[in-house]
Every structure is written in structure tokens, then in C-alpha cells.
T-cell receptor, first 115, second 116 residues
Framework: SAVISQKPSRDICQRGTSLTIQCQVDSQVTMMFWYRQQPGQSLTLIATANQGSEATYESGFVIDKFPISRPNLTFSTLTVSNMSPEDSSIYLC????????????FGPGTRLTVL | AQKVTQAQTEISVVEKEDVTLDCVYETRDTTYYLFWYKQPPSGELVFLIRRNSFDEQNEISGRYSWNFQKSTSSFNFTITASQVVDSAVYFCALSEAGQGAQKLVFGQGTRLTINP
């Protein structure tokens, strides 16, 4: 399994500001995924980030609100822009084995609170 | 469209009891994959098991066992002789084959509390 780290682990932000979350993997991976877990809820996929191309966003999520960078095969960032209290969630990145139906391994998450 | 339903929102049992967590899924694909993840209070997601749609064999791993039945579109998870450390939120998830990236669709989760 991959070892995944995220920074920051948690943050408290003011409404209207932006936060960039970093995700670092200890091995090269093709696909990285960003999920959101709202308080007491399940995980929802925000977007899939493939190195060298634009991220693919799921319905309900847009690039202007959640810009993603994927500069190399071990790193990605997710920015939560112009935050509101509704953005308070845990944001998790994950990677898979790069084979069909492979399990995904998750980072520890970034717990974001927006005041 | 894919959908995963975990009808049990919360379950509370006394230690050493057996407990089964239900998972029902919907998909139009004939090739798909099912997963269970554990999310303890610390928040990280821990992978437990993966099953593909062509393998209906039940699996046992220590006190954990999984029952996959395509006829009822279910992939249930049983913990035998539960322990306090089993307390967590458990998620069932589904992904469909093809199209490269594997999108995981999660159920709503079941919060399991094991009381001493």
C-alpha cells in the first residue's frame, strides 16, 4: 500500500479566503483522487487528477471553486476557494494501484472549519 | 447509475456479540468491484476488503467475514466476537470497470459502537 501524507491536517479559516491542501505520496502513481466528507456524511468524489492533464470534476464540483494541480506523479494540491461555512468538511486524497478495480488508499485527511 | 445503500445508520452492541453490517448496491455493469472501508474515530480510512463481480466466494479474515450475493446485490460484513476496537464508521463502496479511473461510490456508512 502507498503511504500518503496531507498538509495541513486541520485548519480554521475565515469566510471568503482560500486554502490549499497538499497531498504527497511515497511512490509514483498515475491517478490521484480528491474526496470531500461533510460532517457526519459519506465521502463524495470531487475530482480525479491525472498528471499532465486537466483534472476531471464530478457533477456539482467546478474548477473555479476547487482548482487542482498535479505537477508530478507523487504530488497534488486541492484549493478550496472563496470559502463559506458550507465548505467545512474533511478533504481526503487517495491513490489506487493503477489497475482495474484496485482498492484506493487514503491520506489522513484535512479537517477544514470555515467561520 | 451506481448506488450503494447502507440502511443501518447506527448499530450498538455489547462486546463479544456478533454483528452484521448490510450493504446493497445498484449497478448496470456486469463487471464491478465492491469494497469495505473502516473509519475509526481518528478519521483515516482503512481498506478492509475488495471483491470483484465474478468472485462470489465468501471470505473470512480472522473475526471478519464477508458475504457477497449477486442475486440480492448485497455485500454484507460480519464481525464475530466484536471488540471495543471495532468501534468505527464502516463504509461499503462500489466501482465500475472501464474508463480508466476508478470512481468509488460510497454508501452512507454505518456507525458501529461496541460497548464493554
Amino acid at each position: 500500500s502507498a503511504v500518503i501524507s496531507q498538509k495541513p491536517s486541520r485548519d480554521i479559516c475565515q469566510r471568503g479566503t482560500s486554502l490549499t491542501i497538499q497531498c504527497q505520496v511515497d511512490s509514483q502513481v498515475t491517478m490521484m483522487f480528491w474526496y470531500r466528507q461533510q460532517p457526519g456524511q459519506s465521502l463524495t468524489l470531487i475530482a480525479t487528477a491525472n498528471q499532465g492533464s486537466e483534472a476531471t470534476y464530478e457533477s456539482g464540483f467546478v474548477i473555479d471553486k476547487f482548482p487542482i494541480s498535479r505537477p508530478n506523479l507523487t504530488f497534488s494540491t486541492l484549493t478550496v476557494s472563496n470559502m463559506s461555512p458550507e465548505d467545512s468538511s474533511i478533504y481526503l486524497c487517495s491513490v489506487d494501484r493503477g489497475q482495474p478495480g484496485g482498492e484506493q488508499f487514503f491520506g489522513p485527511g484535512t479537517r477544514l472549519t470555515v467561520l | 447509475a451506481q448506488k450503494v445503500t447502507q440502511a443501518q445508520t447506527e448499530i450498538s452492541v455489547v462486546e463479544k456479540e456478533d454483528v452484521t453490517l448490510d450493504c446493497v448496491y445498484e449497478t448496470r455493469d456486469t463487471t464491478y468491484y465492491l469494497f469495505w472501508y473502516k473509519q475509526p474515530p481518528s478519521g483515516e480510512l482503512v481498506f478492509l476488503i475488495r471483491r470483484n463481480s465474478f468472485d462470489e466466494q465468501n471470505e473470512i479474515s480472522g473475526r471478519y467475514s464477508w458475504n457477497f450475493q449477486k442475486s440480492t446485490s448485497s455485500f454484507n460484513f460480519t464481525i464475530t466476537a466484536s471488540q471495543v476496537v471495532d468501534s468505527a464508521v464502516y463504509f461499503c463502496a462500489l466501482s465500475e470497470a472501464g474508463q480508466g479511473a476508478q470512481k468509488l461510490v460510497f454508501g452512507q456508512g454505518t456507525r458501529l459502537t461496541i460497548n464493554p
